[in-house]
C-alpha cells in the first residue's frame, strides 16, 4: 500500500496564499502521476492540477496562473502552491496518485483531505 500523507491548508483571507504539501511512499512515486483534487460541498470532486513522472504539469482552467503544483523526488513529495485565493477556492483538496491521473482518471492512492477555506 502506498501511503500519501498531506500537510498545510487552513483558513486564509482573500488575496492569501497556502502551500500543500503531499509525501508518498514508495518508489511508485517516480512513475506515477501526481494530482491535486478539491471538493467543494455539494460539488463534484475536480481535479486541479497534475504533474506527470515527466515533469508536465497541467492546471484547471479556474486556478491557472496562480497555482503551480511541483514534485520533489529527493523528498518523494508533491506540493500545490496556491496564491491569490479565492473564496471559490474553498474546498477538500485531496493528493491523488496513479498511472493516468493526466488522463482525468484518478488514481487508487489519496491522501486524507486538508480543508482551505478563503474567507474574511
Known amino acids: 500500500q502506498v501511503q500519501l500523507v498531506e500537510s498545510g491548508g487552513g483558513l486564509v483571507q482573500p488575496g492569501g496564499s497556502l502551500r500543500l504539501s503531499c509525501a508518498a511512499s514508495?518508489?511508485?512515486?517516480?512513475?506515477?502521476?501526481m494530482g491535486w483534487y478539491r471538493q467543494a460541498p455539494g460539488k463534484q470532486r475536480e481535479l486541479v492540477a497534475f504533474?506527470?513522472?515527466?515533469?508536465?504539469?497541467n492546471y484547471a482552467d479556474s486556478v491557472k496562473g496562480r497555482f503551480t503544483i511541483s514534485r520533489d523526488y529527493a523528498n518523494n513529495t508533491v506540493y500545490l502552491q496556491m496564491n491569490s485565493l479565492k473564496p471559490e477556492d474553498t474546498a477538500v483538496y485531496y493528493c491523488n496518485s496513479g498511472p493516468q491521473v493526466r488522463l482525468g482518471v484518478p488514481g487508487n492512492y489519496w491522501g486524507q483531505g486538508t480543508q482551505v477555506t478563503v474567507s474574511s
Open positions: 514508495g518508489s511508485i512515486f517516480r512513475i506515477y502521476d
Open positions: 504533474i506527470t513522472s515527466g515533469g508536465s504539469t
